[in-house]
């Protein structure tokens, strides 16, 4: 059902870390020359102000023995996006793979209704998730259908499911992953007619750089955090999303999930892969059936 992805180009929007660096290093160990997007790199960082990089991105996409291309790109600037897209079809001559992981919120105001929130930033806060998708895939789409086959993904917190039911605790970023879940649904009935896919697929609950720093834990002993918080023994690392889209982008029926809601842990179910540990950690049914039930932390059965 496999094939690889040696001579296959992918823009992974949004790599330097977390879920993006997760996606952009399986794509390279499954053979994928990637580019490596976002607004850190090593001489200059974004508003998060964290120490990941895009270089350090390419380079572990090298080391997983793809080829990684760094290139420091703002995706709120169309030009800086029309310049991108337009060094991939020079270098490349074609595009297969998108993936829209961009996001890049400093903070996020939880629990204050709209009128509570500081405005600006809360408008800033959806220019961040959803204009740099829409701006990337302006430009970047034409490349890619010139090729049928194409796979867009963009990434999300949440299936359609659990979002539909479930309040996220901030109106804005509750805005603004309904609006990434849509564009996975509009962008699949756009792109069918090319012969190319579109999905919306989230990872749960993920062991992120800022996650693990926040419960001061590393991934190497992430389970201590479990201590502070029992629930986090479902979490996953961000290798297990790029596994789920690394198994997409090699799957010749992917166009059966076009315009679908997607979660890692499904998806693994479904083509076989195993987080880090071995293991397949389905978040979203055990935040539904165990931590939002107010039930004792046990992930039997989940992972």
Same mark, same amino acid.
């Given at each position: 059902?496999?094939? &690889?992805?040696?001579?296959? %180009?992918? !823009?992974?929007?949004?790599? $330097?870390?977390?879920?993006?660096?997760?996606?952009?290093?399986?794509?390279?160990?499954?053979?994928?020359?990637?580019?490596?997007?976002?607004? $850190?790199?090593?001489?200059?960082?974004?508003?998060?102000?964290?120490?990941? $990089?895009?270089?350090?991105?390419?380079? !572990?996409?090298?080391?997983?023995?793809?080829?990684?291309?760094?290139?420091?790109?703002?995706? /709120?600037?169309?030009?800086?996006? @029309?310049?991108?897209?337009?060094?991939? =079809?020079?270098?490349?001559? *074609? !595009? @297969?793979?998108? %993936?829209?992981?961009?996001?890049?919120? *400093?903070?996020?105001? #939880?629990?204050?209704?709209?009128?509570?929130s500081d405005l600006g930033y809360g408008l800033h806060t959806l220019r961040?998730?959803?204009?740099?998708?829409?701006?990337?895939?302006?430009?970047?789409?034409?490349?890619?259908?010139?090729?049928?086959?194409?796979?867009?993904?963009?990434?999300?917190?949440? $299936?359609?499911?659990?979002?539909?039911?479930?309040?996220?605790?901030?109106?804005?970023?509750?805005?603004?992953?309904?609006?990434?879940?849509?564009?996975?649904?509009?962008?699949?009935?756009?792109?069918?007619?090319?012969?190319?896919?579109?999905? &919306?697929?989230?990872?749960? #609950?993920?062991?992120?750089?800022?996650? !693990?720093?926040?419960?001061?834990?590393?991934?190497?002993? #992430?389970?201590?955090?479990?201590?502070?918080?029992?629930?986090?023994?479902?979490?996953?690392?961000?290798?297990?999303?790029?596994?789920?889209? *690394?198994?997409?982008?090699?799957?010749?029926?992917?166009?059966?999930?076009?315009? =679908?809601?997607?979660? &890692?842990?499904? /998806? *693994?179910?479904?083509?076989?892969?195993?987080d880090l540990d071995g293991s397949q950690p389905d978040?979203?049914?055990?935040?539904?059936?165990?931590?939002?039930?107010?039930?004792?932390?046990?992930?039997?059965?989940?992972?």
């Amino acid at each position: 059902m496999k094939t &690889s992805l040696a001579g296959k %180009v992918a !823009l992974v929007a949004g790599a $330097t870390r977390g879920a993006g660096r997760g996606i952009a290093v399986q794509l390279g160990a499954a053979g994928a020359t990637v580019y490596c997007t976002g607004r $850190t790199s090593g001489f200059r960082r974004s508003e998060m102000n964290r120490p990941e $990089t895009i270089e350090e991105t390419a380079a !572990l996409v090298d080391e997983a023995g793809g080829r990684g291309i760094a290139v420091r790109v703002d995706h /709120l600037v169309p030009d800086e996006v @029309h310049a991108l897209v337009s060094r991939i =079809k020079g270098e490349q001559g *074609a !595009l @297969h793979i998108l %993936v829209n992981d961009i996001f890049g919120a *400093a903070r996020i105001e #939880w629990n204050k209704a709209v009128w509570e929130s500081d405005l600006g930033y809360g408008l800033h806060t959806l220019r961040l998730a959803v204009d740099t998708h829409a701006i990337t895939s302006h430009f970047a789409i034409p490349l890619l259908i010139r090729i049928p086959g194409g796979l867009v993904v963009e990434v999300n917190d949440g $299936t359609v499911e659990y979002n539909e039911v479930n309040y996220r605790n901030s109106f804005f970023y509750d805005l603004a992953k309904a609006a990434v879940l849509r564009m996975g649904f509009a962008l699949g009935h756009e792109l069918k007619p090319h012969g190319a896919t579109a999905v &919306s697929l989230t990872p749960g #609950w993920l062991r992120s750089e800022a996650m !693990l720093e926040a419960f001061g834990v590393s991934e190497s002993n #992430w389970r201590d955090a479990t201590t502070t918080q029992p629930h986090f023994a479902i979490s996953e690392s961000p290798a297990f999303i790029g596994r789920a889209v *690394a198994a997409l982008a090699q799957d010749p029926n992917v166009s059966r999930w076009n315009a =679908k809601s997607l979660s &890692s842990g499904q /998806l *693994a179910k479904i083509y076989g892969f195993t987080d880090l540990d071995g293991s397949q950690p389905d978040a979203w049914s055990y935040m539904t059936e165990v931590q939002d039930a107010g039930k004792p932390a046990d992930v039997t059965g989940y992972r």
